[in-house]
């Protein structure tokens, strides 16, 4: 049984089912590689239960949820996928973290009553709050019926006054002798003007009201039944509007909102804080701060820099990684075709011999090996096939047994260099240096590559092992003239080859391990850039367009890269 199978809710139907199911999706755990050593992803580990802890101290339900949960897939689905679980040097570390996970999984049982108990309590509400809007929207309603029952006796009343005016206006003009003489007398003179050919009414003048002088005017005109019952109609509609409009358009108070997700995986590992959610500070960032270079061109593409505007600052847009494979693709194939970068097969491979299987680290550490003690310019096919074939299988069986590892384990550099070094195979004297981080950082990438390129009295020859998604591969120096110090533009002066030991030719059905001749260091960035960047996923390309890079972050991010290099005088 699954970690996340054994802390699922006991009811399907539980009344923070659907709860859980948001939360759920907060429970990614990032993948475990086994070239980065198993403590680290332990101590990690750590941080996650620590946070859990505090947040079912203060009885944080949604935290602590997720992070119970978190730390059961990462202790028992994720870390046993490390090639190192098995080894002796763990155990203790391992054992402790079984017996927490017990803990946890007894703990959660309490979070789901308290998630179970709270998502009622917040169901109640909410059907309290539903029923006082409703009582409200009712109160409403029936306050606006009051009003438009006023409003329409008032209209009525209004009306009833307006036609009595009028009636009385009426019957007081009907009984005043003067206005009949004054209506006779104007008649008369109508019926002259006609008789005369005269249009009386343009030489009667008009009052300002639009009615004729001389004409009584009124200041009330009674509508007729039908202007009347339109009027009120449109009156009705626009101030009092039914019964059901008002229920339904009534502006209701916004619901509960739901729970906050918890703060992400990432926020938990990063998190400098010592007692919010980790408890202990992370540890210092694993690898150095980046250091740019003069004339370099190793540039890195993820981000582009717009031209700045007198309105706005400059801008810097972000390439999508699938855009920067496509870019690295084509320069690669330029260079390819200028003949700058040469690829050509060698007659074996790892894991065509079942002892060579997952034995890359060794494989590339004793190319660098061959390469420093080698008295031509560059280690040679016969003497790769050597190590691929032969030599590298005793080698792996006496570090796995040493670490107590499986079969096919794969082991980190850092373990096959320090067995290497004790067995004089390699010498600490000839050791440069290590660097690493994001691979795609021109920073970052430019400290190994100063590495590598030395100067004419320290690195007449140089070797380097590169670590990057789970496979490791040499880099070895040839140098044919004087370099120039401190500057990667030593073109012509030196040629770099980048041997795989995987498979990457076929010939006749047969794979080969591949070397890869750079004429120059340009060669070798256009080469490295085009390598990185074809190994990553579509997930892994999502990752990267999404996520800024975060040193403290290295070991679970798909740029991670580490690289070692030794020199030699000759």
Known sequence: MTAANSVQPQSDHAPSEERRKLLNE???VPLVSNFFPIEGYYTAAQKVFDSFQDAFEHRQIDNAFVYGKRYCL??????????YFNATKIKKMQNQHHRQVDLVIDQLDVVATWMD??????????REEA???RQLAIQRAKAETVRYQQQEQERYRQLQLRFDQHKTHKESLNEDPEHVQASAMEKLEKLRALQNGVDV?????????????????????????SEEDHAEQQQGDQRNPPYDTIISGTVLPPPLPLPSAPPSYDAIVTSRSSRNFLGPAVPSEPFPKSTFLNGNKFVDETTVALPATPETPARRQRVPMRELQHRYKQTYVKYQQAGKIKVSGINTYQGRLIESTNGCTVISALVAAHQLSSRSGAVTDATVINVIDRQCGPLLREIRGKLGLGGHALIIPSDVHDHLVDHNILSQETFVGAAGGNILDEGHMNEFLKLLQGDSAQHAKAAATLFFREHVISIVKSQHGKAIS???SNQGLCCYELIDSMPGMFDGGRGMATRTRCTDMDSLQVLLRWYASRKFSDSNCSYI???????????FDPRVFQGFVWAAAS
């Open 545 to 555: 367009d999404k996520t800024i890079w975060d040193d403290s972050m290295a070991d």
């Open 201 to 225: 009414a343009a030489r009667i003048p008009q009052d300002p009201s639009g009615e004729e002088a001389g004409k009584p005017g009124s200041r009330y005109r009674l509508l007729s039944d």
């Open 74 to 83: 990462f202790v028992v689905d994720a870390i046993p996928q490390h090639n």
């Open 131 to 133: 029923k006082r809007r």
């Open 117 to 126: 108990e709270s998502e009622m309590e917040r169901q109640t509400r909410e």
């Open 26 to 28: 907060e429970l990614a």
């Open 486 to 488: 401190g500057s990667l």
